[in-house]
């Protein structure tokens, strides 16, 4: 199975900040990822998906790059509104895998 | 608007069986690949499987294929999930999902509590 790293595991930034969370891929994927974020209490939420490509209604503040087998999640402006896990998610090939989850929350 | 609902789920006892329903709605749920994903308490995601238009193709993480079975039926735009010989470690909240770009539409989650 693919396994995919996922740093940090949690994090606390502060209001207007730029984040970075990662993912790294045991193998090759290609562009198969997504990020998703997900609140408490709710379902996961496609942000990011083709590794690059941001879903539909998904504030433009949110990106997705790609670096080799590195995976990126920027956000900027950072707001409260933004405060939740997010999880990363190959879909190169089966099983499909997640990333263990980045906790974000703002100070 | 694209609707997924579960339903089907509570708590039942180790070793048992049960089956999860996942009603859809607002779009054509014939033309997709639909799929399973659960999240045990405090957990990460994880995917359990998915299967394709038709039911031709269904693919499930190796460690719960002898365990669950996916289907679907077309004519009333439901997919289902059997699944047996549950154990705690299945308990978890099990949402439903269409595979466009990815997962792009989930279900709320139905939760599923394995104890005696």
């Known amino acids: 199975d693919i396994q995919m790293t996922q740093s940090p595991s949690s994090m606390s930034a502060s209001l207007g900040d730029t984040v970075t969370i990662t993912c790294l891929a045991s193998?090759?994927?290609?562009?198969?990822l997504s990020w998703y974020q997900q609140k408490p209490g709710k379902s996961p939420k496609l942000m990011i998906y083709?590794?690059?490509n941001l879903e539909d209604g998904v504030p433009s503040r949110f990106s997705g790059s790609r670096s080799g087998s590195d995976y990126s999640l920027t956000i900027n402006s950072l707001g409260y509104d933004d405060e939740g896990i997010y999880h990363c998610?190959?879909?190169?090939?089966?099983?499909?895998?997640f990333g263990a989850g980045t906790k974000l929350e703002l100070k | 608007e694209v609707k997924l609902v579960e339903s089907g789920g509570g708590l039942v006892q180790p070793g048992r069986s049960l089956k999860l329903s996942c009603a859809a709605s607002?779009?054509?749920?014939?033309?997709?690949?639909m799929g399973w994903v659960r999240q045990a308490p405090g957990k990460g995601l994880e995917w359990i499987g998915e299967?394709?238009?038709?039911?031709?193709?269904?693919n499930y993480t190796p460690s719960l294929k002898d365990k669950f079975t996916i289907s679907r039926d077309n004519a009333q735009n439901t997919l289902y999930l059997q699944m047996s010989k549950l154990g705690s470690e299945d308990t978890a909240i099990y949402y439903c999902?269409?595979?466009?770009?990815?997962?792009?539409?989930w279900g709320q989650g139905v939760m599923v509590t394995v104890s005696s």
């Open positions: 999902a269409r595979d466009y770009r990815d997962f792009d539409y």
């Open positions: 607002g779009f054509s749920f014939n033309d997709y690949w």
């Open positions: 299967i394709n238009q038709d039911s031709s193709t269904i």
């Open positions: 193998q090759d994927i290609g562009n198969y």
């Open positions: 083709g590794a690059t």
């Open positions: 998610h190959q879909y190169y090939e089966y099983p499909y895998t």
